[in-house]
């Protein structure tokens, strides 16, 4: 397991439990809101090597049938050494497939290089009022707040990685700006499908490819100048 960063120290120690001991107090009963039986999930992929990280609301994993299998891949996810799990099921696969359609990379090509950050760690269908007003006193979402704001967001301010704020803004603290700032890009409204312009997704596959993140020949007409 990964423990070089403090956020991840502190996800080593929710163990197989299914919610971090941290949140059991606070969530008390309310737990039940989220869906029962699936594990923690902070976050997808390797958050630390990522070059394109996504924050999100919350993980929705209800189509998934073995949930036994789907806790033991989010708990090796959580050690933070794991790609992208984007053929663990076809929902998975269509779910990254739809976040990083825009950069125009096969998923697999990208699974090493993208990772999600999620604000609260507790799967659902779709993030009600209730359930954001519960995920906004989380200690677990303060942790992902302060790795947000003391990890990635400078990252993405000196441009060593691009930083894609997507849902539920309320939650990450931030306010979208009219403008991106850098490589920090915060979008506005709430859906998940072409979430960026193909503008923005030539950019990072540009970027991408010429600084040799991902293993790839971009085609004559598509090579810039990327910073």
Known sequence: MYLGS?????WS??????????DRAYLGEDVSTFELGIS??????TLEQAKVVFCLANPSCGKVENKI????MI???????EALPYDFDVSFEEFYKRIVGPIDLPVEVLSKRVAVLNACPYSSPSMTAHQVRLASGLPSLWQAQKYL???????ALTGNIYLIMIRRHTLWGVTPPEEAYGKLKVIKGRAINA??????GVEIKQWLVSKGYVDWELPLNERGNPT
Do not use: T
């Not at 120690?13 to 941290?22: E, L, N, R, Y």
């Not at 923690?40 to 992929?45: L, V």
């Not at 299998?69 to 033991?72: G, M, P, Q, S, T």
């Not at 979430?195 to 923005?200: A, D, I, R, S, Y």
């Open 6 to 10: 403090e956020f991840h120290r502190y």
């Open 13 to 22: 120690k929710c163990g197989h439990a299914s919610v971090h001991p941290d």
């Open 40 to 45: 923690p999930w902070p976050f997808d992929g």
């Open 69 to 72: 299998k789907l806790n033991e």
């Open 75 to 81: 708990e090796k996810q959580r050690s933070g050494e």
């Open 149 to 155: 704001r003391e990890v990635l967001i400078p990252r």
């Open 195 to 200: 979430v960026m312009g193909g503008e923005l």
